[in-house]
C-alpha cells in the first residue's frame, strides 16, 4: 500500500483491531487510539457462527479463538418450555473450518490485542478525534488531548456512538430504538447443555451460547420499557430471573441456578445502516459506526471483521484511496444491509409473538447467505 502511509484508526473494538491488524500486516504505520483509558471490554458471550469463524480464519486467529472458546457443529431450536422442535444444523461452510461456537467477549478481545501488540502497533489510550480535516491528499485530525497530526487515512471503527461520524458525516444519523432490550447472564454450563440453544414460542425469546469448557451466556429479549435510571444488581437478578418464568431445560436450570455473584447485564437495543456515502474524502467508517446491527443473527463482530478485510483488501488493489474506499463500500453495502434489515425484522416478529417456524426460517435463510463469499 505505497499510496497509504499512515492510518490512524479511531476506537480499539472488534473492527478497530481488525482493521489494525490487516493494514499493520500490509505495511502501514498505523496508530490506533482508544477512548477507555484501561482499554477493557465488558460482556458476557460472544457466538460465532460459520461466517465469522471464516473472517476470523483469514485475520489469522482462528486457532487462538479455538483454543480459549467452545465450539460445536449445530444449534437446537426449542419451545420456551423445553420441548425440541428441531435442530438447527449448521455445516462447516469451508474445509477446516469450524462450524460455530462461542467465546467469552474478554477473551476475544485479549486474543486480538495480543495481535495488535505482537505488531508493534502504536495503542494510545483515553484519547479521541475532536477535529477532522481532509483534503486531497490526506486528513488533518485533532485530538482531544490538544495533539495534532496528519494520516494518509482515518477510520472510524468508534461503535454505534461514533465520534468520527458525528464530525464527518452529517448526512448519517443516531442508530434508532428497535423496541426490545436485551438480557445478558454469564454462568456454568447446565449439565445436559451440548449445543447452542433458542428457545421460541413464550413472551421473551431466549438462547444459550457455549463460549468455553464450563462457561455459557444467555442472553433473553424483552419488549424495552424507559426508565429514569439504570437497573440496580438486585433489580438485574430478579427482573431477569422473573421474565424466565415458564422456561424449561437448560434455560430453566439457568433460571434455578442463577447466584447473584453471576455476571448479568440489560440494554436497549438500536441499529442503523447509515445511508451512503460511508467515507468522506480519506475518512471512512467501519462496524457499529456505519452498521449497526442487533444480535438477532449473532453477527455484528463477523460483519466488522469482514468489513476490515475487504477495506484492507479494496485499498492494496486501488490506485489511489478514495478508489479503494469506494470500492470497499459497494462490496459492503448490501451485505451489511441484508443483516441489518434481517435483525431487525426478527426481531419485531418476536415483538408480535410470530411462529416460531417463521422466525427461525427467516434467520436460517440469512445465514444461508451469510455463508456465500463476502
Known amino acids: 500500500m505505497a499510496h497509504i502511509d499512515k492510518a490512524l484508526i479511531v476506537g480499539g473494538g472488534i473492527g478497530g483491531m481488525a482493521t489494525a491488524i490487516r493494514l499493520a500486516e500490509q505495511g502501514v504505520a498505523v496508530d490506533l487510539i482508544d477512548l477507555d483509558p484501561d482499554w477493557r471490554v465488558y460482556g458476557a458471550g460472544i457466538t460465532i457462527t460459520g461466517p465469522t469463524l471464516r473472517a476470523y480464519a483469514r485475520l489469522g486467529l482462528i486457532e487462538a479463538i479455538k483454543a480459549a472458546g467452545a465450539i460445536t457443529n449445530r444449534s437446537r431450536i426449542y419451545r420456551f418450555d423445553g420441548m425440541l422442535l428441531r435442530d438447527l444444523e449448521e455445516p462447516a461452510i469451508e474445509e477446516g473450518l469450524p462450524a460455530t461456537g462461542g467465546i467469552m467477549r474478554p477473551d476475544l478481545h485479549r486474543i486480538m490485542q495480543e495481535r495488535v501488540r505482537a505488531l508493534n502497533i502504536s495503542v494510545r489510550l483515553g484519547l479521541t ?14 485530538f482531544s488531548n490538544g495533539d495534532s497530526g496528519r494520516y494518509a487515512l482515518v477510520v472510524g471503527a468508534d461503535s454505534v456512538f461514533s465520534g468520527v ?60 420499557e424507559k426508565r429514569d435510571a439504570h437497573y440496580s444488581d438486585a433489580e438485574l437478578f430478579d427482573t431477569l430471573k422473573g421474565h424466565m418464568a415458564g422456561f424449561g431445560g437448560s434455560a430453566g436450570w439457568i433460571r434455578d441456578t442463577m447466584s447473584r455473584d453471576d455476571w448479568i447485564n440489560y440494554r436497549p437495543l438500536a441499529a442503523a445502516l447509515q445511508p451512503r456515502p460511508w467515507f468522506n474524502g480519506n475518512i471512512v467508517l467501519l462496524g457499529d459506526a456505519v452498521h449497526a446491527t442487533t444480535p438477532h443473527l449473532a453477527s455484528g463482530a463477523g460483519m466488522a471483521v469482514e468489513s476490515a478485510l475487504v477495506l484492507a483488501d479494496e485499498l492494496a488493489a486501488a490506485s489511489d484511496i478514495p478508489s479503494g474506499l469506494a470500492a470497499y463500500e459497494q462490496r459492503r453495502f448490501d451485505r451489511c444491509r441484508d443483516v441489518v434489515e434481517t435483525s431487525i425484522s426478527v426481531g419485531q416478529l418476536q415483538l408480535e409473538h410470530g411462529p416460531p417456524d417463521q422466525i427461525a426460517g427467516k434467520m436460517e435463510g440469512a445465514l444461508a447467505r451469510l455463508n456465500l463469499p463476502f
Open 165 to 224: 461520524r458525528r464530525l464527518a458525516f452529517p448526512h448519517m444519523a443516531d442508530a434508532m430504538p428497535t423496541g426490545q432490550g436485551c438480557w445478558r447472564i454469564s454462568i456454568r454450563k447446565p449439565p445436559e447443555l451440548t449445543t447452542g440453544e433458542f428457545y421460541f414460542g413464550g413472551p421473551n425469546p431466549a438462547g444459550i451460547t457455549i463460549c468455553a469448557e464450563d462457561k455459557v451466556y444467555m442472553w433473553l429479549l424483552t419488549p424495552h
Open 129 to 142: 478525534v475532536s477535529a477532522l480535516t481532509p483534503d486531497a491528499d490526506g486528513v488533518d485530525v485533532d
